[in-house]
Structures are given as C-alpha cells and as structure tokens.
DNA sequence: ATAAATAGGACTAAAAAGGTCGTATATATA
DNA sequence: TATATATACGACCTTTTTAGTCCTATTTAT
C-alpha cells in the first residue's frame, strides 16, 4: 500500500544513471536493464514515456540511446511520476483523482477533504525534490 | 498509485463515525456500513483489527458494537494505518518495508536511501494528524 | 545492405485489493 | 433458557492493477 510502482522506480534508476554520464554521453535501455538487472522491454517502455513528454531526449537508430532534456536540478520527482503514470493516477483516494462518480461513497465520505490536505503535503514534497537530490 | 487502500478508507469513515457519536454511545458496523454504503463484512473486519490494536473497544451481544479507545486527538492516522495494513506494508518501495532479499535489485538499486528520506517525510506526516483532524 | 538502436501496440502472467461466505462466540432480554 | 443480535475470524473467490513479454515497425551509422 502506497507503493510507488517499478515503472517509477526504474525510470528513477535509469535518470540517475544518465545523469551521472560524463560528458552528456548517450545510454542506450540495454545498457541500463544490464547493470541494474531490471526487464529491458519494460525499461524501454518507461524512457519511450519520458521522452515522450520531454525529459530525456532519444537518439534512434545505431549509436542512439538517451540524453537529459534539462539539468538534473530542473527535473521534480512529480515530473517524471506524473509523465509515467499520468497525474490522476497519483492520489491517495480515487475520488480526488477522478470523477466523483468513480466513487460509489462520494456523497456520504465523510473524509475526502481531510485527505486532500493530506494529499498536498505529499504533492508539495515531490514538487520539491529533483533528480539532483538522488544523484 | 499511491493510493491509501479502501480498508483504511473505511476504518477512517467509521472512525470519524464513532467519534462523532454523542455521549459515547456505541455504534454497530451494520449501522456504519448502510449509512456509508459500504461493504458489511469488509468494514467489519476492518473494526475487528482496529480493536485488536486497541485503538477502539468492541462489545459483543445484543446492544453491542464499538466505541473509541480513547480521544480523537489521541488517534494517530499512522496507528490506524499500522492497525489496518500492518507497519511492514507501508512503503514507497518494497526493500525499505522488507527484507533485502524480496529485492531483487537492492545490491544495485541506487535510489533506495533517496527515497527513504522522502519516505520519512510521508511517515511524519501521518503520525502528525489525528482522528480529531478528520471530524 | 545491415546491424543496432528506439517506438509502440497487443497480449499474458502475477500480485494485490476488494469482497463474500460460513461458522463460532458472546450477551441482553423476552 | 431460547432467541435474536451482535462481534470474531478464517477460508475462499473475484476483480483490478501492476509487471512483464512478444511482435513488428522505424530510424540511422557504418
């Protein structure tokens, strides 16, 4: 419960690992599912969605692999948590996310509100932390 | 993702119930699951561990039920959640709640003591709110 | 031309969460 | 003391979510 998903965690892996490349040199998926043991396919489906929404940049063809979009200290956690699950899918209940109708206890909840505040907090912190601070 | 599981959120509903009741007097989980729409035997469950953990005081028997252990302001959200999911299964990741070895990248995972402070972050903000916050 | 790389949809498998059922036990009261 | 009403709790099933795989297309340096 209120586990981030490894998709988060290996797009977290695999931004560390390039932003510590010296040089700005490219790093292909291979190379990162390699070293760190994750699923290649999967890996590669998370840096085609932060690509995609313009935290790395990608090179295809051979030689190609990834690049950061921007310095590490200008990239949140709630960027890349945001471009791998989609910002309604971060929150704690489903009725702050969603539709009120999604939930069937909307009407009489009784604790949505409260939870909302709660919801900042935690929103505010991965607003807060970047890439830098977990290299 | 991320996301508190119904359980909690129907512990936090008959909580917030409970709390609310004048003079103390005690409330069924039928009474609480038809006024919230809400799963009799899931929310009774729910009940049963929240007074396994001592947080409220069941009474069985014709005119039994439920009523707080002690004050409001008394309940940490953490005690309710700890109650409900057990501590080990509060966690962003699963190799800071469990063994190294349910990991199987912990040797090579280079964010989990970035994420441990965030983590800590999210920890002191549910030991900080209390039942009274949500009434 | 070829090999090495990303792009991405479709699908399957595994895990977690949500919910149900059956039975036991306790207890007020008619 | 029989009964109705309540909690206690394990076993089980269903649904949803997450994780992972497979296949094919496209791009590009050599």
New binding site residues.
């Given amino acids: ?1 209120l ?1 981030l ?3 988060i965690e290996y797009g977290l892996i695999a931004l560390r690992h390039i932003a510590s490349e010296v040089n700005g040199c490219v790093v ?3 190379e990162i599912s390699d070293k760190y043991h ?5 890996l ?2 998370v ?2 969605k932060l ?2 929404e313009g935290i790395i940049i ?9 690049i950061l979009a921007r310095k590490p200290d200008q990239i949140k956690l709630s960027d890349v948590i945001y471009a791998i699950e989609g910002k309604s ?1 971060i929150s704690l209940m489903n009725c702050e996310a969603e539709k009120p109708e999604m939930c069937n206890i909307f009407s009489t909840c009784t604790i949505k509100y409260p939870l909302a505040k709660i919801q900042d907090i935690i929103n505010n912190v991965f607003n807060d932390v970047t890439i830098s601070e977990i290299v």
Avoid at 38 to 42: A, N, R
């Fill in positions: 419960m586990h998903s490894k998709k292909t998926a291979k994750i699923s290649y396919e999967l590669a489906k840096l085609q690509t995609r990608s090179y295809q063809g051979v030689k190609g692999g990834y899918n």
